[in-house]
């Protein structure tokens, strides 16, 4: 009978995914604080009511641009609603339009590279040129060349930027699924006779999809910041709708006198993007060390 493989020490090997839960509260203490915020923040999109102080729509006039303190933590905005609740409701807006966009870019992105990695060299060849060209373009810049031609509001926002990530997502899908064709299991299962849908299905999606999703967790934070700049730009919902890019781009006329209504919504998308990003590499280098 084979021994089983052991360890320096001669016991089992750990299995990757409890190497990684080991790991993180030692070595990734930043992961659990990041996890916490995006949980508070899925928490604040479907429950607003629970985090919220005031009414974001009320407006109190005699309360008007007044300093973050106890009554209002973030402070007041030019009608005197509380800036703090209205972050709280916006997060919902900005949330969706980022998940579409994500889910948008994840979908058609490893779709095309599924695709492109399995289908013969001048197919493949067709395909990385599309991607090529939608990388060679900032994604900013193509979101808002698309947003455009499709109009102002949320869901066109959120298609927009969803578009412009397709390459990343291509182009790493693609990469993955020549990794894994690779695989002596995969070759041998060719060999035995298997179908090439199944042998894709059943193998190679599997084992590919994982540092895709890794991807998506970091594209997230990406998208967040494309999506609040065409919403500052003033190409996503209109007033009185409340979102990231939107409070800032209605703050900035007041900065002079109320500097709380620049820096809170500022500070609520960059902790997001780094909340997303730690998660993402988290992720990513957890698959990285999985055999």
Known sequence: MRPAMTDAVGLPPASPRRRFALAVPALRPGLWLGLAFVLFLATCALAPQVFATHDPLAILVREKLQPPGPGHWFGTDHLGRDVYSRLVYGTGNSLLATFIAVAIGLAAGSLLGLVSGTAPRAVDAAFMRV??????????????????????GLV??????????IGSFARLMRAEVLRVKGLTFVESTELLGASKPYVILRHVLPHAVGPV?????????????SVSSLSFLGFGAPPPAMEWGLLIAEGRKFINVGWWLILFPSLVIVATVLATNHLGHALEEHHGRAP
């Not at 066109?156 to 990530?165: H, K």
């Open 131 to 152: 991607v090529d060209v939608m990388l060679a373009i900032p994604n900013l810049l193509l979101s808002l060349a698309i947003v455009t031609a499709l109009g102002f």
């Open 156 to 165: 066109p926002v959120a298609i927009a930027v969803g578009i412009g990530s």
């Open 213 to 225: 999703l890794a991807l998506a967790t970091i594209e997230f934070g990406t998208a967040v910041l």
